[in-house]
């Protein structure tokens, strides 16, 4: 066969999103606070749509109630068709445009902006800080010392070798060779940058880390150092009566070392790590009025919108040309089917809301006891959509519960069923792990098998490995590392 380029025709089918599918999902799936964002760059782009004030009663096209919802499809559509008058409305808004060109005009012509007024805007732009980083905080501590011009470059490049924790990653031999710096200024350098704040930064590893802590506060010879120092393996296993043993004192003594040992800091660099809290806004909020649940959506993010009737007015009047009219025939479409889709989700996340309530009842009366195991399929089939719209509504919104705010994935989890015939969520299960160590004996905690045998007594059946896998997840040590001693 020879080789080359050929040309080839080949007939696929291919499935295709709509550019308005894919803008009715992109508003299914933003949380509320990004939202607005979304509906903002569709009011940039078709002129046809206008914002409404958050106060007003009335939508010229759309009317809509005083709780400020959003007006639906429907609305948007038979509110564009009907002929109706807006003249007395246009002249009020022309008049009050005019007033408000000639009060600017006179503001600006009685008020210059002078050189002093340009530097006192610059003033407040300079002033906006940023939180400092760890690499800020050691070298501007480092101008303070005694350190030559090549150790000050050596510890330039130490404090650019350090990892989140604030440990050094590299050998001072590698930074040297990197650097084309002597062995002995990056040396020097390092032993300078172990004296800055905060304490233990430089360190090899925790071990290093934790002494420097301990002889900072002069306890170099105390027994929390002996035992990092020496015992450091069994220390980490938490083999207290092996410590005591090793170190010919009691557990009491031991147990107070811990203390000691527990109050510093494992990693000195964590506190000038990038904060990863984000704000959150529910979606929706549910609360309990006289004798049933509440829902009410945040429609705090979402503006109102209506569609202008002055294009409409130009369409019925025949002043358009065919290129203009189909225009904004096209932008009229698009502009109710945004309106459409936003109560449209709306809509969708009270249904799923309403369904979750419905299902997860206990747990708004009980909290995360009285989670059940759900999924979205069976609210699915309960709304009436695909299980993958159920999985765009919920996805990244929150809700507020009377037992705090919730990601709305939180409530759907597979669980177990009891002999009795109740049915118990993972996290439930959790939950209840998590309260048996809370309130177990310190000196005799609970092993994984005695957890699984006081479940079974509460016809609850799981396996062992399945105990110590929630209990891993949940950050909750083992029986041994959990033992206190007398």
């Not at 599918?21 to 299914?28: D, E, G, N, P, V």
């Not at 390092?190 to 360190?203: A, V």
């Not at 009229?332 to 979750?356: D, H, M, N, P, V």
Request: aromatic share 6%.
């Amino acid at each position: 066969m020879s080789q080359g380029l050929h040309q080839v025709q080949k007939q696929t089918q291919q499935l295709v999103l709509a550019p308005q599918l894919r803008q009715s999902l992109k508003i299914l799936q933003v949380p509320a606070m990004e939202l607005r964002n979304t509906i903002l760059e569709e009011l940039q782009s078709n002129p046809l749509l206008e914002e409404l004030p958050g106060d007003s009663a009335l939508s010229i096209d759309n009317p809509t109630g005083e709780n400020g919802t959003t007006p639906n499809a429907e609305e948007a559509s038979t509110g564009v068709d009907k002929e109706m008058d807006f003249g007395d409305d246009y002249r009020i808004l022309n008049e009050l445009n005019e007033d408000w060109k000639e009060f600017y005009s006179q503001e600006s012509s009685n008020n210059v902006f002078t050189s002093d007024d340009a530097e006192r805007r610059q003033h407040f732009f300079d002033s906006l800080v940023s939180e400092t980083s760890l690499q800020e905080h050691l070298l501007s501590q480092a101008k303070l010392t005694e350190l030559d011009e090549e150790e000050m470059t050596a510890i330039q490049y130490l404090v650019g070798s350090l990892d989140d924790r604030g440990f050094l990653t590299t050998t001072p031999s590698d930074i040297a060779l990197m650097a084309n710096l002597p062995l002995k200024k990056v040396q020097v350098a390092l032993e300078s940058l172990k004296t800055l704040d905060p304490p233990g930064i430089g360190s090899a590893d925790l071990r290093e880390c934790l002494l420097v802590q301990l002889r900072i506060k002069r306890q170099s010879q105390s027994l929390a150092a002996h035992i990092i120092r020496e015992h450091f393996d069994l220390l980490l296993r938490r083999r207290i009566p092996e410590i005591s043993r090793k170190v010919g004192t009691t557990p009491e003594d031991v147990h107070e070392a811990l203390e000691v040992i527990s109050g510093l800091d494992p990693a000195p660099a964590r506190r000038f790590s990038e904060d990863q809290n984000r704000v959150v806004d529910p979606d929706v909020k549910v609360e309990e009025g006289e004798g049933e649940w509440i829902i009410t959506l945040n429609n705090d993010y979402i503006p109102r919108l209506r569609l202008s009737s002055a294009y409409k007015e130009l369409i019925a009047k025949g002043q358009l040309n065919p290129k203009e009219k189909e225009y904004v025939q096209d932008k009229l479409r698009s502009g109710k089917f945004l309106i459409s889709s936003i109560e449209q989700r709306q809509q969708t996340l009270e249904r799923i809301t309403r369904e979750i309530l419905k299902f997860q009842e206990d747990f708004f009366h009980n909290g995360i006891s009285g989670l059940k195991p759900l999924t979205m399929n069976q609210v699915a089939q309960e709304v009436g959509v695909h299980e993958t719209t159920v999985s765009r509504a919920i996805a990244n919104k929150y809700m507020d519960t009377p037992h705090g705010v919730f990601d709305f994935k939180f409530f759907f989890t597979p669980g177990y069923q009891s002999g009795d015939g109740r049915t118990m969520s993972n996290t439930s299960v959790k939950d209840t792990i998590a309260n048996l160590i809370e309130n177990e004996n310190p000196e005799k905690p609970l092993s994984d098998q005695e957890i699984v045998n006081i479940l079974a007594e509460k016809q609850l059946k799981i396996a062992r490995r399945t105990v110590a896998k929630y209990r891993e997840e949940m950050g909750i040590l083992p029986t041994n590392l959990r033992r206190r001693y007398r």
